[in-house]
């Protein structure tokens, strides 16, 4: 657990908490379902850094950070642990989970201060546990990265972690899949642009901290995840690049989560977020159903109804951006022993 993300974390500690209807924006897509809802509460100690889960089939992966990210532990929907898979390759610093055609891509990207001349993508097969590892670099220096998201063809886009301004977006340059990245590397990263988050200033303190990212198996949509909130893109023709740069998310205020850092799709097109501990007991799952089907960009008045209900009742953070600022500043980094 890294005193950035606990910095952050703590301003809901310190802010006033509102609930009640919020005045999230009417943009598509929107998802025509209801709020957040616990799936189930996990138990098992090895999911108190919960950083990345992603799911195949009937099954949650899940793994943690910060020296808890060296097994990755499979689980039921009841979250009751079924096993432990090794991770085959040392990570440095894991930050998200992601899956494409059976295969676990562990995000090994987290660079809290910006240090690393390369960061990871490790593929685990979860039946045999043969790993690979797959190094790249960014175009313009190291940067903090926990939210990766990976189209239906294995492309691979990274979403950096910022503290103030935009976030950007960045994938391998030439366009190549997962399985094209070279053993070990470094394939070179390009950049693409920065991500539009609409307008986050209508309802209290609103974090474009990004902390994980998913895409829904049919890869028609995404998600980015901060610690207050989830930010729902759909996926044109042009890809996820375009969904992330050019067009305007939905954004979900989400329960309160004492560090939300992971987000996933089920089969389904459901939505499933989880947090970490922050030192005290496993928090549950939350799910919000139905998402993926619920998309409706050509209804203006399902959408807003939709943003309506999606937003109502869920407890939103106080303004406390400035103090969010001084407590980073307060806490400083620290960086992970290896």
Same mark, same amino acid.
């Given at each position: 657990?890294?005193?950035?993300?606990?910095?952050?974390?703590?301003?809901?500690?310190?802010?006033?908490?509102?609930?009640?209807?919020?005045?999230?924006?009417?943009?598509?897509?929107?998802?025509?379902?209801?709020?957040?809802?616990?799936?189930?509460?996990?138990?098992?100690?090895?999911?108190?850094?919960?950083?990345?889960?992603?799911?195949?089939?009937?099954?949650?992966?899940?793994?943690?950070?910060?020296?808890?990210?060296?097994?990755?532990?499979?689980?039921?929907?009841?979250?009751?642990?079924?096993?432990?898979?090794?991770?085959?390759?040392?990570?440095?610093?894991?930050?998200?989970?992601?899956?494409?055609?059976?295969?676990?891509?562990?995000?090994?990207?987290?660079?809290?201060?910006?240090?690393?001349?390369?960061?990871?993508?490790?593929?685990?097969?979860?039946?045999?546990?043969?790993?690979?590892?797959?190094?790249?670099?960014?175009?313009?220096?190291?940067?903090?990265?926990?939210?990766?998201?990976?189209?239906?063809?294995?492309?691979?886009?990274?979403?950096?972690?910022?503290?103030? &301004?935009? @976030?950007?977006?960045? $994938?391998?340059? *030439?366009?190549?899949? #997962?399985?094209?990245? %070279?053993?070990? !590397?470094?394939? =070179?990263?390009?950049?693409?642009?920065?991500?539009?988050?609409?307008?986050?200033?209508?309802?209290?303190?609103?974090?474009?901290?990004?902390?994980?990212?998913?895409?829904?198996?049919?890869?028609?949509?995404?998600?980015?995840?901060?610690?207050?909130?989830?930010?729902?893109?759909?996926?044109?023709?042009?890809?996820?690049?375009?969904?992330?740069?050019?067009?305007?998310?939905?954004?979900?205020?989400?329960?309160?989560?004492?560090? &939300?850092? @992971?987000?996933?799709? $089920?089969?389904? *097109?459901?939505?499933? #977020?989880?947090?970490? %501990?922050?030192? !005290?007991?496993? =928090?549950?799952?939350?799910?919000?159903?139905?998402?993926?089907?619920?998309?409706?960009?050509?209804?203006?008045?399902?959408?807003?109804?939709?943003?309506?209900?999606?937003?109502?009742?869920?407890?939103?953070?106080?303004?406390?951006?400035?103090?969010?600022?001084?407590?980073?500043?307060?806490?400083?980094?620290?960086?992970?022993?290896?």
């Amino acid at each position: 657990m890294r005193s950035l993300a606990r910095a952050a974390a703590a301003v809901g500690a310190l802010s006033v908490l509102v609930a009640g209807s919020a005045t999230a924006q009417a943009n598509t897509p929107v998802p025509g379902t209801g709020v957040f809802e616990p799936l189930c509460t996990p138990t098992d100690p090895g999911l108190e850094e919960l950083s990345g889960m992603a799911a195949l089939g009937d099954r949650i992966f899940a793994i943690g950070d910060s020296g808890n990210d060296e097994v990755v532990l499979e689980m039921d929907f009841d979250c009751v642990v079924r096993g432990r898979i090794p991770v085959p390759i040392d990570p440095y610093d894991v930050e998200d989970l992601g899956s494409h055609a059976g295969l676990l891509i562990l995000a090994d990207t987290g660079d809290n201060r910006r240090a690393r001349e390369t960061v990871a993508f490790i593929t685990l097969d979860p039946e045999s546990g043969d790993g690979t590892l797959h190094r790249v670099t960014f175009p313009d220096g190291p940067h903090d990265a926990e939210a990766v998201l990976v189209d239906p063809n294995g492309r691979l886009f990274v979403v950096t972690k910022e503290l103030l &301004g935009p @976030s950007s977006v960045y $994938t391998s340059e *030439g366009g190549q899949t #997962i399985s094209d990245l %070279a053993e070990p !590397g470094p394939t =070179p990263l390009t950049r693409v642009g920065t991500v539009r988050t609409g307008d986050t200033s209508t309802s209290g303190f609103n974090s474009v901290m990004f902390t994980g990212g998913a895409v829904s198996a049919d890869g028609s949509v995404l998600a980015l995840r901060s610690y207050t909130d989830v930010y729902l893109y759909r996926i044109g023709d042009d890809g996820i690049g375009a969904a992330l740069t050019e067009s305007e998310p939905l954004r979900v205020p989400t329960p309160h989560q004492p560090q &939300g850092e @992971s987000v996933m799709f $089920t089969d389904g *097109g459901d939505l499933v #977020i989880g947090s970490e %501990a922050q030192g !005290g007991t496993l =928090p549950p799952l939350y799910v919000m159903r139905g998402v993926v089907d619920g998309m409706t960009p050509d209804d203006p008045a399902a959408a807003e109804e939709a943003t309506s209900t999606a937003s109502n009742g869920v407890v939103l953070w106080g303004g406390v951006g400035m103090v969010a600022v001084a407590l980073v500043i307060l806490v400083g980094f620290r960086v992970r022993r290896r």
